[in-house]
């Protein structure tokens, strides 16, 4: 059973920092490329940040660019966000998300998610 479970999330204010963690199990970890993605009200689910399969090389959306940074532990089968310089705008439910990644790069078939952990940035 394949299971993504998010935690670390919370109320920080604008300027701090949190870590997420994602914790993976279920599936071939190491196989996988692992992203974050958040979501507000009214608003489509938007990429934060991706880390491919090997860990080497890794994306992230221009609003969170040189803030946030994304890692990955395959031994331990986690996925870390780590978030400072926080923002208002940075409030969202942020999910962990697994997508099979082949030997070219393509991602494959349909997503695994998490069930999400509220992030709040607020003085």
């Known amino acids: 059973q394949v299971q993504l479970v998010e935690s670390g999330g919370g109320l920080v204010q604008p300027g701090g920092s949190l870590r997420l963690s994602c914790a993976a199990s279920g599936f071939t970890f190491s196989r996988y490329a692992m992203s974050w993605y958040r979501q507000t009200p009214g608003k489509e689910r938007e990429l934060v940040a991706r880390?491919?399969?090997?860990?080497?090389?890794?994306s992230y959306a221009d609003s969170v660019k040189g803030r946030f940074t994304i890692s990955r532990d395959n031994a331990e089968n986690t996925v870390l966000l780590q978030m400072s310089s926080l923002k208002p705008e940075d409030t969202a439910v942020y999910y962990c998300?697994?997508?099979?990644?082949?030997?070219?790069?393509?991602?494959?078939?349909?997503?695994?998610w998490g069930q999400g952990t509220q992030v709040s940035v607020s003085s």
């Open positions: 998300n697994a997508r099979l990644e082949a030997s070219t790069g393509a991602l494959l078939g349909d997503a695994y």
């Open positions: 880390i491919r399969r090997a860990g080497g090389s890794t």
